[in-house]
């Protein structure tokens, strides 16, 4: 049982943490990124209010993420892509950088399909796996929208790049480059 309200806690958590009042530095790079790939590949996203603000941490480098106050009052929903502030992700390959990018706006998608009960859904979600059912899901329309190559990319340089306390976990809840592989097989027969 605490189990299982812990993890609708990291659900919730994950769903809607609060947009961070204020101005957000943005990052240069990362806003022209995720403009690129918001125009190329998410068309239904065109008019929605995504801003791009940064975070930092040692095993995360992308979050997508809603505004909860917005969401509580009825006011138009306002969207955000939170960026790694460090220099890490800067060497990254820019094919990675695209496809993760896709990922997050795939997440943004999906918060933006439904209506406001559509996404207070998602605080009840049943605990066991909703992880990496998310995670997953979004790497699917990533690659639906073409970007397995560099997702495949991204997920290895991530392995890379996080503390080996947090290897299992990103295996877990994404899909790996052996599972982008099958999934571009079964979908190509
Ligand atoms: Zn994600």
Known sequence: ???CRSTILVAVFLACVPVAPGQPVVLEWAERLVRNVQSTSFP??????????????????FQARFSIPRFILGRRMRYVIRVNSGATLLPAPEDARQAIVAHELAHLAYYAKGNRLHLLALLRFPAKGFRE?????????????GYAQGLKEYRVWLYEH??????????????SPAEIDA???????
């Open 1 to 3: 049982m605490i189990r």
């Open 44 to 61: 239904e996203l065109a008019k929605k209010d995504i801003r791009i603000d940064q975070f930092t941490s040692d095993s995360d480098y």
């Open 133 to 145: 059912r998310f995670e997953k899901r979004a790497d699917v329309e990533a690659l639906r929208r």
């Open 162 to 175: 996080v503390p080996p306390g947090t290897l299992p976990e990103k295996r877990r809840d994404y899909l």
């Open 183 to 189: 999934l571009e097989r079964s979908t190509r027969r």
